[in-house]
């Protein structure tokens, strides 16, 4: 299982899938959610700032998804913080290169609060191990 | 719905009407620059957000169309596809029922709305089957961007203004994050630049801000009174620098209130391109927009007022103005026709022009026309200037269009582009040269709210005249004013100066029968005419209430703009000039 009080940072440009994340982050009990609209901006919190998990979109203006993958994992302070990329069904063929980036999971878009809960509970089982 | 789901897709409606508006624009840009993928990147992000979020809501129409679409987007920014306006068409039409779409969840409108003929178009596009050029229809066109101009851009406004600080972009703020939940953020305190808010809630505070203002206004007449009466009382002097006081901080709320209101009219040009792109296409001609100062800010009252206005003068510039390529070429003009919509701030006025660069309004025609339709003889016809020839453009039923066409019927439109400009304090001034082009420019007061307003007195009762309209103000004697064919007129400086009298307007009878009168020469749609009071009282600034219903005089003609509260605490009417100008007779006003 995994604790409740971490502190998560959602990316994402539209500002209503934020909402939309947050909301079933919420519903699975998580309280501590900070926002980003975008890699760059992400990537600017989470160096001030400590984060324990981040959900983020890919598919985003300035600098995408996958581009703040990569620099997270460059990123010898932030390298361990696990990342869930949330994706279309239209980008499934990319997640490959993601997962070489070193994602640490992926959920494809529409999702609900249950699937959700299963891949974070995915990720802190394989970290765990 | 829970409460947060119905929260969630409100503001899902408002952030994808945003993201579509934004995208007419962007194709407009695309067409001038095919190749340019990080354009269709662009838009192909905006319909891929816009499906990732309905699928969330359960909104599969829009999911199945977004997605038809983010397909061919997807090959066009691949190089699977190369653009073509054909594609850009059925992607533009599916923009458009996109549009539709979202309507009809903002409206818990549940009826399906038949997407299946457009996606089968998308989906050849995307097989690669080039659709028939068809050209757009006539009658698509008619009802197409008019009716959505308009009606989007008051639908918008109403629903949701954005709250800027005043250093940052419009932009910025659509993309700013929302926040409504109890989290902590103490930390981070540059994130939370800007806040989306109903216009209802600012509306109240702008209300308040009105009434407060009235209730300074009357402290500070009270506490100059008691300082006439008691000057030496040392609570009275207190009294009087706690009013002023107020007076200084409630101006500086007014002012930063008023900010707040404040909108680019980029919400109103955004359309632009696109309906500019839609019309030239229909009608074989090649037309260039290039818009300047989008960014310039105005209340967003005269942002809902100025849409219509503009949808007419392009469209006019479009149809009338700019030649068809052939032309254009034989005459030696690029065939590439221009027309350039800029807006600037000027004092306390906000300037919007339209310049076209087509044939220039037909001054020759328009005097013939003015003989036909017998608004002057042939003999007045021949002495009337540049000038005032073009002022008949804006005369009610006058069109010189040989033929009406689809687009603009004129005539209809241009009386009617004055009458709602001057509804709201507006001017409208032309400039044309036959051959190089025309130019309207259009002033308006940069907000609507508060206003200047020279006081008057007639039979005892105080009324207030809009000080844009008034021209002067001079003493007569009741000796000076004579009459012909039932009209009163004065001389004023040698010219003949229709007037009216506002006891009349008011419907009173001659007033108190007084030796002396003022006359207030007011301007409207460009005439001059007198407006005769007892006495005048003297300038203020008011804040305008609109009167609910209709507060008519014993004519039972509506002549008042609204009303305010002096100082005093006293209600004071505003008179409407445009409809005090009814109670002159016809032809007897004077052309400025």
Redesign the interface.
Known sequence: MFDSGIKILVVD????????VK?VLQQLGF?????A?NGEEALK?LRS?KFDFVVS?W???VKDGLEMLKEIRADSNLKSTPVLM?T?E?EKSKVIEAIKAGVNNYIV??FTAETMKQKIEQIYERLKN | MSSEMDEILQDFIVETEEILEALDEKFVELEKDQSNKDLINEIFRAVHTIKGAAGFLGLNQIVDLSHASENVLKKLRDGLLSPSPEITDVILESVDKLKILVDKVKNNDKTPEDIDSLLTKLKKIEEGQTPISEPIKKDEIKEDPESKVESEAQREDKKVASVVSSNQKIDTALKAPLKQDTEEHKDKPQVEKTIRVDVERLDTVFNLVGELVLGKNRLTKLSNVLADKYPNDPDVINLNEAAEFLQLISTELQTAVMKTRMQPVKKVFNRFPRMVRDLARSHGKEIELIIRGEETEVDKSVIENIADPLVHLIRNAIDHGIEPPEERKKLNKPTTGKIILSASQEGNNIVISVLDDGRGINLEKVRKKAVEKGIVSPEEAELLSERELTEFIFHPGFSTADKVTDVSGRGVGMDVVKTNLARINGSIDTLTQQGRGTKFTIKLPLTLAIIQTLMVEVNNMVYAIPITSVLEAVRIDNSEISSVDGQEIIKLRGEILPIVRLSELIGFNHSNGADSHYVVVVQSYDRRFGIAVDRLVGQDEVVIKSIEGNIINLNDSNIFAGATITGEGKVVLIIDIPAAMEFIKQGEAQYV
């Open positions: 440009d539209f500002a209503t899938m934020r909402k939309i909301n309280t501590n959610i900070e926002e609209e919190k700032d979109d598919n985003m203006p949330v279309a239209a878009k529409p």
